[in-house]
T-cell receptor
Framework: QKEVEQDPGPLSVPEGAIVSLNCTYS??????FMWYRQYSRKGPELLMY????GNKEDGRFTAQVDKSSKYISLFIRDSQPSDSATYLC?????????????FGQGTELSVKP | DTAVSQTPKYLVTQMGNDKSIKCEQN?????MYWYKQDSKKFLKIMFS???????INETVPNRFSPKSPDKAHLNLHINSLELGDSAVYFC??????????????????FGPGTRLTVL
C-alpha cells in the first residue's frame, strides 16, 4: 500500500463546475499538507499548503485537512479552462524526515469551455 | 529571473552511457532535492542535500550519484544508463526544513524538469 493514495482520474468537468480532489494517507507523522499544480511539460508549482488539520482558502481554492480520517481535499470553485492540469497532493513530516515530500499519483483535470 | 533551473531540458542517449544533469537555484535556499517522475506522473524523492551535506538518500541504485559543489548547485550523474531510467527528473530547493512542531513548512520550488530518454 502506498503512503499516499490519490485517484489519478482523468477528471473532466464543464467550465464553472466545482471540482473536488482528494487524497488519503497512512502515515500519522505527516503534519504538512500541500497541493501542487503541474501543467503539461512543466515543473510542479505550489498551490496551497496547510499545517495540521483545518481549512485554508485562497481565492477559488480551498484546502481541507482531516487528520483524524487521514484525508485531505482541494476544492476549486468556478473552474476555468486554465485550471486544466495535473494536481498532486504532497505531504511531509517536516525536519524529522529531512523535509522530503511524499506525493500522491496526481489527478489529471480537464475543464472544458 | 528563473528561480530553479535545470540543464539540459531534454536528454536522449543510448543504454550504457554516462550522463549528467545540472541544477542551479538563485533563491538563497540551503536545501536541494532530486525527484524522479515516471510515465504515470508519480513523483518520488531520490536525494536531498542541506548545505552540501547529503540528508536523504532513498533506495536509489548507486549508478546515481548526486554532487553539490555549493549551496546553489546540485548535479546528478548517472552511470551505465538503463531503459528504466527514462523519466523526467526534477530538481527542487527550499530553506532548511524546520523542526517538527513549528508552524510552517518550507515550500519546495521545482525546476522545469529534464526529460531523459534512454534508447
Amino acid at each position: 500500500q502506498k503512503e499516499v493514495e490519490q485517484d489519478p482520474g482523468p477528471l473532466s468537468v464543464p467550465e464553472g463546475a466545482i471540482v473536488s480532489l482528494n487524497c488519503t494517507y497512512s502515515n500519522s507523522a505527516f503534519q504538512y499538507f500541500m497541493w501542487y499544480r503541474q501543467y503539461s511539460r512543466k515543473g510542479p508549482e505550489l498551490l496551497m499548503y496547510t499545517y495540521s488539520s483545518g481549512n485554508k482558502e485562497d481565492g477559488r481554492f480551498t484546502a481541507q485537512v482531516d487528520k483524524s480520517s487521514k484525508y485531505i481535499s482541494l476544492f476549486i470553485r468556478d473552474s476555468q479552462p486554465s485550471d486544466s492540469a495535473t494536481y498532486l497532493c504532497a505531504m511531509s513530516a517536516g525536519a524529522g524526515q529531512g523535509g522530503k515530500l511524499i506525493f500522491g499519483q496526481g489527478t489529471e483535470l480537464s475543464v472544458k469551455p | 529571473d528563473t528561480a530553479v533551473s535545470q540543464t539540459p531540458k531534454y536528454l536522449v542517449t543510448q543504454m550504457g552511457n554516462d550522463k549528467s544533469i545540472k541544477c542551479e537555484q538563485n533563491l538563497g535556499h540551503d536545501t536541494m532535492y532530486w525527484y524522479k517522475q515516471d510515465s504515470k506522473k508519480f513523483l518520488k524523492i531520490m536525494f536531498s542535500y542541506n548545505n552540501k551535506e547529503l540528508i536523504i538518500n532513498e533506495t536509489v541504485p548507486n549508478r546515481f550519484s548526486p554532487k553539490s559543489p555549493d549551496k546553489a548547485h546540485l548535479n546528478l550523474h548517472i552511470n551505465s544508463l538503463e531503459l528504466g531510467d527514462s523519466a523526467v527528473y526534477f530538481c527542487a530547493s527550499s530553506h532548511t526544513p524546520r523542526r517538527e512542531g513549528q508552524v510552517s513548512a518550507d515550500t519546495q520550488y521545482f525546476g522545469p524538469g529534464t526529460r531523459l530518454t534512454v534508447l
